[in-house]
């Protein structure tokens, strides 16, 4: 049974940060592509950043670029999402997910449907 298990998250201020993880279980880590999406209030499931299996690239949404950082480690099979520099805008909740296929483009890395599997979720709210 895969499970992934999300943890961080919680009530910040602009400009401060946070670190989420996302602990795997039930697959083989180091095979798939590891993922984080956002969702706003009254809004659709965001992609926010992608790391491949080989972690030989990364890619991010241009809303979070040089500010968030995607990383895994997969000896904990863990992916970890680092946020700085925080604004209300990021306020959401978070959820990391898992891709077993290969990816050439950044549209289909992006694509949500295309993920085998997701995290519970978990909230992250910045104030102003």
């Known amino acids: 049974q895969v499970q992934l298990v999300q943890s961080g998250g919680g009530l910040v201020q602009t400009g401060d940060s946070l670190r989420l993880s996302c602990a795997a279980s039930?697959?083989?880590?180091?095979?798939?592509?590891m993922a984080w999406f956002r969702q706003a209030p009254g809004k659709g499931r965001e992609f926010v950043a992608r790391?491949?299996?080989?972690?030989?690239?990364?890619d991010y949404a241009s809303s979070v670029a040089a500010r968030f950082t995607i990383s895994k480690d997969n000896a904990k099979a863990t992916v970890y999402l680092q946020m700085n520099s925080l604004k209300p805008e990021d306020t959401a909740v978070y959820y990391c997910?898992?891709?077993?296929?290969?990816?050439?483009?950044?549209?289909?890395?992006?694509?949500?449907?295309?993920?085998?599997?997701w995290g519970q979720g978990t909230q992250v709210t910045v104030s102003s």
């Open positions: 039930g697959l083989t880590f180091s095979g798939y592509a």
């Open positions: 997910a898992a891709d077993r296929g290969f990816c050439s483009t950044y549209t289909c890395r992006a694509n949500r449907n295309r993920y085998d599997y």
């Open positions: 790391i491949p299996s080989s972690a030989d690239r990364t």
